[in-house]
């Protein structure tokens, strides 16, 4: 400090900029809010595109997409920021490319799975025992199978642009 509340260099031509923001909470919030629609709105015109807009089931697939993008957001912006921190750019669009896809997937697997688990749930045996078990293993390993094939083929072509997109402004913004 110099004597006054400004702190000594700010508002030099060396200095960065600083810009308004909000409570980092309520940013990671908002963020998450905004991921879950480009998620959802990346399915919604992957399945436009298939011709396939009449399923019966459109809105719990999108509900689906739309939570599991919104839940991954602050994970992974918590993982890319300790991994890259305020390294070069070049290794902080890697960091959220990689932590933003591998949550966003990861989540919405998880959720796609626990779905699909609770539906066979009501043939399983009594909780707890060796069947119970294996009944969870092997329908939750069916159920991770067919999102592989079949739901991730939903975040195209949309879903890597926006995921190109989202790091390159994430990996600017280290805030």
């Known amino acids: 400090m110099n004597g006054s509340d400004t702190p000594v260099g700010a508002g030099t031509a060396g200095a960065p900029a ?26 919604l015109i992957a399945v ?19 939570v599991g993008g919104a839940i991954a957001w602050i994970p992974a912006q918590i993982v890319a920021r300790l991994a ?6 070049e ?19 998880l959720i796609f799975a626990l779905d699909y688990r609770g539906f066979y749930a009501q043939w399983h045996a009594p909780t707890f025992t060796y069947i119970w078990f294996l009944q969870q293993f092997y329908t939750i390993g069916g159920a991770t199978y067919q999102f592989a094939v079949i739901g991730l ?7 890597l642009p926006l995921l190109i997109v989202t790091s390159l402004w994430q990996a600017r913004d280290i805030s």
């Open 18 to 43: 600083s810009r308004p923001s909000g409570p980092r909470s309520l940013r990671l919030l908002i963020g998450a809010v905004i991921w879950g629609l480009c998620m959802m709105m990346a399915v």
């Open 48 to 66: 436009y595109l298939r011709n396939r807009l009449e399923t019966g089931r459109l809105p719990s697939i999108l509900t689906l997409y739309f």
């Open 84 to 89: 890259a921190g305020r390294a070069r750019q």
């Open 91 to 109: 290794t902080r669009f890697a960091a959220q490319f990689v932590s933003l896809t591998l949550f966003t997937i990861g989540f919405t697997a």
């Open 153 to 159: 083929p939903l975040f195209l072509p949309v879903g």
